[in-house]
């Protein structure tokens, strides 16, 4: 995940992401709030990324055939104030 985000070009955390991304991490839940552009984005994706990775099976829908159980279920709900911002 980290040599990921350095391949993004992302050198240095922005301010709310010093602090979203260590308390996401933890489990806490968090209400942040900044200015456009201030990198809120990744605050919450780059610790939600982290804790999805490796849970490829536990993500799959049901396929027939295979005998393995495997279950479809929401794990992240993003909300946002806008259509603009959701597409
Ligand atoms: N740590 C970082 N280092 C360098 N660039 C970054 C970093 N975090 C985000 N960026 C870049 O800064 C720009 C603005 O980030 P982003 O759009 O995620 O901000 P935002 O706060 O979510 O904006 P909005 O309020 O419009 O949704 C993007 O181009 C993003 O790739």
Do not use: F
Not at 77 to 84: L, M
């Amino acid at each position: 995940m980290v040599r990921n985000v350095e391949l993004s070009g992302y050198k240095v955390p922005t301010p709310i992401q010093r602090y979203c991304i260590p308390a996401i991490n933890m489990g806490h839940d968090v209400i942040a709030v900044a200015q456009t552009g201030s990198g809120k984005t990744a605050a919450y994706l780059i610790p939600i990324l982290n804790k999805l990775m490796g849970k490829a099976k536990k993500l799959a829908a049901p396929r027939p055939g295979i005998d393995t159980p495997v279950r479809a279920e929401p794990l992240v709900v993003i909300v946002c104030p806008s259509r603009e911002l959701a597409v």
